[in-house]
């Protein structure tokens, strides 16, 4: 099946640095999204970006679908930045959603 | 209406126990899945509901048992489940014809 490669898998910034986390995938895939988890477990949608740039205040997201990857920006880290940032891919007619193993950050005051 | 419920937040249940978790979305979303994620690890997916049907049954065991009674509500049966089935229950939709799903904030569960 296909895989979703997410590094680096941790990453500890004061507040106010910049990011970037990077979601590698294995075959053509349908779709890709970003995703927050937040402490208390909710999944929340930063991005629905199979090609292209988007951008949302401070953050943004670039996907290269013909080179196999994508890219997550944060820039003005906030302590409420912290969390888990997934990528998933959608394929097989876009029904299923294959998760990376996530980039856990922390952000310190 | 733009948002994916789950009931309840947390549940406790004896592993005799029977239990049914719910999702509901009033997006007309007709896809309706249900993830299992244990801790310090991606959800894995379970099952996926395509207009009330079932299509698609990743494996899992027939202690959980999925149900789709209408377009707007998923439930999961709960039945005879063991300690190593503790997790975070994820409910997610989609619109048809698009791939972006949007998910709810999940059910924890403790099997004791």
């Known amino acids: 099946g296909i895989q979703v490669e997410q590094s680096p898998p941790d990453l500890i910034l004061q507040e106010g640095a910049n990011s970037t986390l990077r979601c590698n995938f294995s075959d053509s895939v349908n779709n890709l999204q970003w995703f927050h988890q937040n402490p208390w477990g909710q999944l929340i949608n930063l991005f629905y970006i199979p090609s292209g740039t988007k951008q949302n205040g401070r953050l943004s997201a670039t996907t290269v679908a013909t080179e196999r990857y994508s890219l997550l920006y944060i820039s003005s880290s906030q302590t409420t930045d912290s969390g888990v940032y997934f990528c998933a891919v959608a394929y097989q007619g876009a029904q299923k959603l294959v998760f990376g193993q996530g980039t856990r950050l922390t952000i310190n005051p | 209406d733009t948002e994916v419920t789950q009931t309840p937040k947390h549940l406790v249940m004896g592993m005799t126990n029977k239990k049914s978790l719910k999702c509901e979305q009033h997006?007309?979303?007709?896809?309706m899945y249900w993830y299992k994620q244990k801790a310090k690890k991606p959800p894995e997916l379970m099952f996926v509901?395509?207009?009330?049907?079932?299509?698609i049954n990743e494996s899992v065991p027939s202690r959980f048992s999925p149900e789709c009674p209408n377009s707007s509500l998923l439930n999961l049966h709960l039945h005879a489940l063991q300690p190593e089935d503790s997790a975070l229950y994820l409910c997610?939709?989609?619109?048809?014809?698009?791939?972006?799903?949007?998910f709810g904030p999940g059910t924890r569960l403790t099997v004791l």
């Open positions: 509901y395509s207009y009330e049907k079932l299509s």
């Open positions: 997610a939709s989609r619109r048809t014809g698009e791939s972006e799903q949007f």
């Open positions: 997006m007309g979303h007709r896809a």
